[in-house]
């Protein structure tokens, strides 16, 4: 009989040490999942407006590229709000905005564009705003692209000056969580900001790609050795977070995806980007889970 009451004893109270070790690993999550939440957030999305989202030379009978974008940008506001309305009214203290580079030369897309800069604290956050920010982002970016491919006057894109010159002032802030989304298709090419340094360079076309040997199987080994990429920035960016979407290399190069993406991976790695995804054209149903996780983090819970 004792050995019965001993054996049900020692049950309990492994089922009561193994219920208090569920409760805290639970308890873990659940202040980790709060203080994500209650993270303030300084969301950047900077848009190549080159002729990448041109109808005429870059045609998608599956989805146009513009469109494409646009569904991006959907996401990554509705995420921005599901970030929001995680938080009590009080915590609430979070930014988003929009940028180009170089800016566009149709004012009315630069108006726009300042429309969009979004500074949202305790002493604005109605839910009416809140509810707001989905719509009206989808509709103005719509103008902006609208606009953009009616002028068909594209400029180039000069995402490497942005780094250079503009991130750091306009992207990044003490205290908040520092994400920027950069809607392009890998390739940069400015006429303002054509450098070139040995084998570094601030822009990277098609052209450049096979002038520089890369498109063979060993051109790994060549980026390694010969040390091609793109010039380095002299700035610790360890604050800020960087998801690229819309990855579209030339079909005449099998290497091309790779390539771009090795020069991105590279140059980020030396600003000490630490969390950084750089992502294909994809359809936005296929992207929407990838712009959530990246930007609300769950993948670090």
């Not at 019965?4 to 690993?25: E, G, N, P, R, Y």
């Not at 509709?139 to 009616?150: D, M, V």
């Not at 068909?152 to 942005?162: A, E, K, Q, R």
Request: charged share 25%; glycine share 4%.
């Amino acid at each position: 009989m004792k050995n019965i009451f001993k054996t049900i004893l020692m049950a309990v109270l492994l089922v009561s040490i193994f219920s208090c070790k569920q409760d805290t690993h639970k308890y873990e999550n659940e202040i980790s999942i709060k203080n994500y939440g209650a993270e303030n957030y300084n969301l950047s999305i900077l848009i190549d407006l080159s002729d990448r989202i041109s109808l005429k030379k870059n045609p998608n009978p599956t989805m146009e590229y513009f469109q494409r974008d646009l569904g991006y940008i959907k996401s990554v506001s509705e995420t921005f709000t599901q970030h929001l309305k995680e938080k009590r009214i009080r915590q609430i203290d979070d930014k988003m905005q929009l940028f180009f580079n170089p800016e566009p030369l149709d004012p009315k897309i630069n108006s726009i564009s300042k429309d969009l800069r979004i500074v949202i604290d305790k002493n604005n956050a109605s839910k009416g705003f809140l509810n707001s920010i989905n719509a009206n982002y989808t509709a103005q970016t719509s103008k902006i692209y609208t606009s953009a491919i009616k002028d068909d006057n594209y400029i180039g894109s000069d995402i490497w000056s942005f780094f250079d010159n503009k991130v750091k002032d306009q992207c990044i802030e003490n205290g908040y969580r520092n994400i920027l989304i950069v809607l392009t298709d890998g390739y940069i090419y400015y006429d303002g900001t054509l450098i070139k340094e040995k084998n570094r360079s601030t822009y990277i076309t098609p052209e450049l790609i096979r002038k520089n040997g890369l498109n063979t199987q060993d051109w790994e080994k060549k980026i390694k050795d010969q040390d091609f990429g793109f010039i380095k920035i002299n700035s610790d960016l360890s604050n800020l977070e960087v998801l690229v979407l819309g990855i579209n290399p030339s079909k005449s190069n099998p290497y091309e995806e790779k390539i771009i993406k090795a020069y991105w991976t590279k140059w980020f790695a030396e600003m000490n980007i630490k969390h950084f995804e750089i992502k294909n054209a994809d359809l936005p149903s296929n992207m929407d889970k990838i712009i959530n996780d990246f930007i609300l983090k769950k993948q670090q819970i």
